[in-house]
Each structure stands twice: as structure tokens, then as C-alpha cells.
């Protein structure tokens, strides 16, 4: 079955940088979009990014955009987000996907 495990959140200063990685299994990850998208406290599932197969085709939230970068590795089967000048409002449970399925989400916290 389909198996997301997202890792690489954590607590972070507003302008600091995180990269998440989210390791897939289950499925033939080349073969597949995937996405990142993202839940804040007491708010609904955000879009962030999302990657075609290949890699070579991104789009970005325009809340994120020039900040995230979306990348793959399907050697490894791995999904990752590169976050930069992270600003409060990135904080949330940010989580990959693909289709529907999700994995547990891993927390993004921005506070001084």
C-alpha cells in the first residue's frame, strides 16, 4: 500500500530555512505527481507544490512562490521541499501526497 513518511520539520526563526523530504513506498514513485500541501491551526488543507513525474515541471502557491522550491529524487524515491525566508505564517502540519493518500505530516513552527 502507499507509504509517505514525511521528516525534516522543526522549529525555526522567521528568514531561516528548512528542507522537508518525504520518503515514498508502495507505489512506483517515477511514475507519479506529487504534491505538498499544508493544514495551519484551525484552518483548512492549503495546496503548496506540486512536481510532475519526471520533475522537470513545477508549480508553486503564489503564498510560497520564489520561497519553496519542489524537487524529486526518484532514484530514491523521495519527494523533497527546500524552504527558504520562511515567515510565520508558513507555520503548519506540512504534509506530501499523492492522489489522495497523505502521510502524518511533519511540523513546520516559525516564531522568534
Known amino acids: 500500500q502507499v507509504q509517505l513518511v514525511e521528516s525534516g520539520g522543526g522549529l525555526v526563526q522567521p528568514g531561516g530555512s528548512l528542507r522537508l523530504s518525504c520518503a515514498a513506498s508502495?507505489?512506483?514513485?517515477?511514475?507519479?505527481?506529487m504534491r505538498w500541501v499544508r493544514q495551519a491551526p484551525g484552518k483548512g488543507l492549503e495546496w503548496v507544490s506540486i512536481i510532475n513525474p519526471g520533475g522537470g515541471s513545477t508549480s508553486y502557491a503564489d503564498s510560497v512562490k520564489g520561497r519553496f522550491t519542489v524537487s524529486r529524487d526518484n532514484a530514491k524515491n523521495t519527494l523533497y521541499l527546500q524552504m527558504n525566508s520562511l515567515k510565520p505564517e508558513d507555520t503548519a502540519m506540512y504534509y506530501c501526497a499523492k492522489d489522495v493518500s497523505r502521510g502524518q505530516g511533519t511540523q513546520v513552527t516559525v516564531s522568534s
Open positions: 508502495g507505489f512506483i514513485f517515477r511514475s507519479y505527481t
